[in-house]
């Protein structure tokens, strides 16, 4: 018998009443050294339990490996953390997570496949995922709370209504967790829509909804699904994500408080997504793809709570005062906002080309024909280098079948030829060739993977033929950038034009968080102490990349820049305040 069961109308954790007061935290958008400061200041917020989804693609990045359980990736190090912590947790292991996150967190490994029916009974997709949880579960069992440790329940699949009705799928999934030895209680969770919510949901699990206003039209929605049980919002929207070129979402912390309110006054459960967002570090962020391919930015804030660098916002003071009408808050203050770097510069004196680099340090995959994708090149981040030549000289333009995935340089003879973007939906160049078998080349920035509705999986890299004025060029040569090393770059003092690393040191007395500005800098990607902070860009909404505290040390740390165009300046800015844009309220 799992230690969660549910009553008529509530929960009950080993025998006793238990009204679920979570908030959603994701390990791998926080930096490990600071588990346990989030976890704690989630608790004296008034929360009994955090949530946390399991990113499929990070855990498993080779289908023929073993699952990665360390670093940032260390779950049951953050569900002993949260234990500790006296705080219980919900896990959401997908397979599909959405999230925001690359993918919606199936590996590109498993979504390249040409036919394969993702979400689905498809055999292919069910025995990777078998062979998955094989290797993910063993290790997370002592962890679930019918061998003593902190999760009272898994979920089935996410928000599955609004994209299938494969019943077949969602029954493999519940028994694959049982076959496993999970024992705890199982739920779905899809909006409060009729139609979600008998697409997304099984006899005998829990079914709950997400939403994040009208809470009394929401919860009756939920009641005339399933007549009796917990009524359970598992995520309660108090805030947004960002996409590039767009404002920063924000929402009235009143308003957000407002609703609680009304959420916990009817008797429910809930789980407010997001208590704190934190950061999508690396090549992690998703994209949306509605009428236009949308990436999203590489803060994860979310106007949460907790903000992205840790610190209550106005938020976490509304939340504890309405969670302390309805449930025991601890006696402690509040937690005071962390400290923060003295403003510095910095100075990037070291510089070093990257397609000189790019040549020189990567073997290539030729290419007789078309160029490969990313995909068919087996790489899931990161950018590709193209290269062929043009056999004849003169004004014309090169045609891109298909588009690019999802971002495109166009060199001539190392000169810049013009850019092309997915989300314009641009496929032609008009160029200048300067002479007969002049070299091409094409840089392509995977800017995220969708992570909802059907384009999950969608290709990345050049996505078709390339002709110049109707004549197709092949003979390509497709380098892959993964940029998961750099420790060889070649950095000097010369000059360098076009894409370059630019490189300097700065000195701290003793770490603290911070927050890297880039003024006269265009658009790349940046590093500190080989920590890969994530994606800049000046057409905003986030100006700032927040540096976890962890990622510095005493003395000398360095910086290292990926420009991908030109820069006014050879110098960046350590600051002690976020940046994250014009605000847009929702």
């Given at each position: 018998?799992?230690?969660?069961t549910?009553?008529?109308?509530g929960?009950?954790?080993?025998?006793?009443?238990?009204?679920?007061?979570?908030?959603?935290?994701?390990y791998?958008?926080?930096?490990?050294?600071?588990?346990?400061d989030?976890?704690?200041?989630?608790?004296l917020?008034?929360l009994?339990?955090v949530?946390?989804?399991?990113?499929w693609?990070?855990?498993?990045?080779?289908?023929?490996?073993?699952v990665?359980?360390d670093?940032?990736?260390?779950?049951?190090r953050?569900l002993?953390?949260?234990q500790?912590?006296g705080?219980?947790?919900l896990?959401?292991?997908?397979?599909f997570?959405?999230?925001?996150?690359?993918?919606?967190?199936?590996?590109?490994?498993?979504?390249?496949?040409?036919?394969?029916?993702?979400r689905?009974?498809?055999?292919?997709?069910?025995?990777a995922?078998?062979?998955?949880?094989?290797?993910l579960?063993p290790?997370?069992l002592?962890?679930?709370?019918?061998?003593?440790?902190?999760?009272i329940?898994?979920q089935?699949?996410?928000?599955?209504?609004a994209?299938?009705?494969?019943t077949a799928?969602?029954?493999?999934?519940?028994?694959?967790f049982r076959s496993?030895?999970?024992e705890?209680?199982?739920?779905?969770c899809?909006?409060?829509?009729?139609?979600?919510?008998?697409?997304?949901?099984?006899p005998?699990?829990?079914?709950?909804?997400?939403?994040g206003?009208?809470?009394?039209e929401?919860?009756?929605?939920?009641?005339?699904?399933?007549?009796?049980?917990?009524?359970?919002?598992?995520?309660?929207?108090?805030?947004?994500?960002d996409?590039?070129?767009?404002?920063?979402h924000?929402?009235?912390g009143?308003?957000?408080?407002?609703d609680?309110?009304?959420?916990?006054?009817?008797g429910?459960?809930?789980n407010?997504?997001?208590?704190?967002?934190?950061?999508?570090?690396?090549?992690t962020?998703?994209?949306?793809?509605d009428?236009?391919?949308?990436?999203?930015?590489?803060?994860y804030?979310y106007d949460?709570?907790?903000?992205?660098?840790?610190?209550?916002?106005?938020?976490?003071?509304?939340?504890?005062?309405?969670?302390?009408r309805?449930?025991?808050?601890?006696?402690?203050?509040?937690?005071?906002?962390s400290?923060?770097?003295p403003p510095?510069?910095?100075?990037?004196?070291?510089r070093?080309?990257?397609?000189p680099?790019?040549?020189?340090?990567?073997?290539?995959v030729h290419?007789?024909?078309?160029?490969?994708?990313q995909?068919?090149?087996?790489?899931r981040?990161g950018y590709v280098?193209y290269?062929?030549?043009?056999?004849?000289a003169?004004?014309?333009?090169?045609?891109f079948?298909?588009?690019?995935g999802?971002?495109?340089?166009?060199?001539?003879?190392?000169?810049p030829?013009?850019?092309l973007?997915?989300?314009?939906?641009?496929?032609a160049?008009?160029v200048?060739?300067?002479?007969?078998?002049?070299t091409l080349?094409?840089?392509?920035?995977?800017?995220?993977?969708?992570?909802?509705?059907?384009?999950?999986?969608?290709?990345?890299?050049?996505l078709?033929?390339?002709?110049f004025d109707?004549?197709?060029?092949?003979?390509?040569?497709?380098?892959?950038?993964?940029l998961?090393?750099?420790?060889?770059?070649?950095?000097?003092?010369?000059?360098a034009?076009?894409p370059?690393f630019?490189?300097?040191?700065?000195?701290?007395?003793?770490?603290?968080?911070?927050f890297?500005?880039l003024?006269?800098?265009?658009?790349?990607?940046?590093?500190?102490n080989?920590?890969?902070?994530g994606?800049?860009?000046n057409?905003?909404?986030?100006?700032?990349?927040?540096?976890?505290?962890?990622?510095?040390?005493?003395g000398?740390?360095?910086?290292?820049?990926?420009?991908?165009?030109?820069?006014?300046?050879g110098?960046?800015?350590?600051?002690d305040?976020?940046?994250?844009?014009?605000e847009?309220?929702?």
């Amino acid at each position: 018998m799992p230690a969660l069961t549910t009553t008529s109308d509530g929960f009950l954790l080993r025998g006793r009443p238990l009204r679920i007061i979570s908030g959603a935290m994701h390990y791998f958008r926080i930096h490990p050294d600071l588990w346990a400061d989030r976890l704690h200041k989630a608790r004296l917020m008034g929360l009994n339990t955090v949530e946390t989804y399991v990113p499929w693609n990070l855990h498993q990045p080779d289908p023929d490996g073993p699952v990665v359980l360390d670093g940032i990736l260390d779950l049951p190090r953050y569900l002993e953390l949260a234990q500790a912590e006296g705080l219980h947790v919900l896990l959401r292991p997908g397979p599909f997570i959405c999230a925001e996150w690359d993918g919606g967190g199936l590996p590109s490994w498993l979504t390249a496949g040409p036919d394969i029916r993702l979400r689905s009974s498809d055999p292919r997709f069910t025995g990777a995922i078998d062979r998955y949880l094989d290797l993910l579960l063993p290790p997370l069992l002592p962890h679930l709370a019918a061998s003593g440790g902190p999760v009272i329940a898994v979920q089935v699949e996410n928000e599955y209504g609004a994209y299938g009705d494969d019943t077949a799928y969602l029954t493999h999934l519940h028994q694959a967790f049982r076959s496993r030895g999970v024992e705890e209680l199982l739920f779905t969770c899809d909006q409060a829509v009729p139609e979600h919510q008998a697409a997304g949901s099984l006899p005998g699990t829990l079914a709950t909804g997400t939403f994040g206003s009208r809470i009394e039209e929401n919860l009756t929605r939920l009641r005339a699904h399933r007549s009796e049980g917990p009524l359970m919002c598992t995520e309660f929207w108090v805030g947004w994500f960002d996409h590039w070129g767009e404002e920063h979402h924000t929402r009235s912390g009143a308003d957000a408080a407002a609703d609680l309110d009304r959420l916990l006054a009817a008797g429910a459960s809930v789980n407010i997504y997001m208590f704190h967002g934190g950061t999508n570090f690396g090549f992690t962020n998703g994209a949306n793809h509605d009428h236009a391919y949308a990436p999203v930015v590489t803060s994860y804030d979310y106007d949460a709570p907790l903000t992205e660098h840790g610190d209550p916002g106005p938020k976490y003071h509304a939340f504890r005062e309405v969670i302390a009408r309805h449930a025991p808050v601890p006696d402690e203050p509040v937690p005071a906002p962390s400290r923060k770097l003295p403003p510095a510069a910095v100075e990037l004196d070291r510089r070093a080309a990257l397609l000189p680099y790019a040549v020189a340090r990567t073997e290539p995959v030729h290419a007789p024909g078309a160029p490969l994708t990313q995909h068919e090149l087996g790489q899931r981040a990161g950018y590709v280098l193209y290269r062929t030549t043009v056999p004849v000289a003169g004004d014309g333009v090169l045609h891109f079948t298909g588009g690019v995935g999802d971002r495109a340089q166009v060199f001539l003879d190392g000169a810049p030829a013009g850019v092309l973007e997915r989300e314009r939906h641009e496929e032609a160049l008009p160029v200048r060739v300067p002479r007969p078998g002049a070299t091409l080349e094409v840089l392509v920035e995977n800017m995220g993977g969708v992570n909802y509705g059907p384009r999950i999986g969608a290709p990345k890299g050049l996505l078709g033929p390339v002709a110049f004025d109707g004549a197709p060029l092949d003979g390509w040569d497709c380098r892959p950038l993964p940029l998961d090393d750099l420790r060889d770059l070649p950095l000097g003092t010369a000059p360098a034009t076009g894409p370059a690393f630019h490189h300097g040191t700065f000195e701290v007395d003793e770490p603290a968080d911070a927050f890297l500005a880039l003024p006269g800098w265009t658009k790349g990607q940046a590093w500190i102490n080989g920590f890969h902070l994530g994606r800049y860009w000046n057409r905003g909404p986030q100006r700032t990349l927040y540096v976890p505290a962890p990622v510095l040390r005493p003395g000398r740390n360095e910086l290292l820049l990926l420009e991908l165009h030109a820069t006014t300046t050879g110098r960046a800015r350590l600051t002690d305040t976020p940046d994250l844009g014009p605000e847009k309220p929702r």
